[in-house]
């Protein structure tokens, strides 16, 4: 088999948040994606960061760049934020995400 064979380009895959919170306070499950796969630049970046017992802020800013629409767009930008709660739980499906 040629390398070349296995080589792809990253597809969003949906994440769905329907834990019973969720569905209590917002009565419908809460969607959101992510990129299947990342560069090794930035997946060795996020290796290191969740090492490192002090970097909880980089942390979070990396998965926060992660959190995407349908459309492959940064949910936070432009001055958007999430509630904090539902930002802990983005951040829990991004680093499962990353570890598959």
Known sequence: MKLKELATKPQLVKIILDDEDIIKEYNEPLEFYV??????????KFSVTSQEEQNHAE????????????????????????PNSILVKCINEVVKQLGK
């Open 35 to 44: 990129y299947d796969k990342q560069p090794l630049a930035e997946f060795i």
């Open 59 to 82: 942390m979070v800013d990396f998965c926060t760049n992660m959190i995407l629409d349908e459309a492959g767009e940064k949910v936070m930008s432009d001055g958007l934020l999430l």
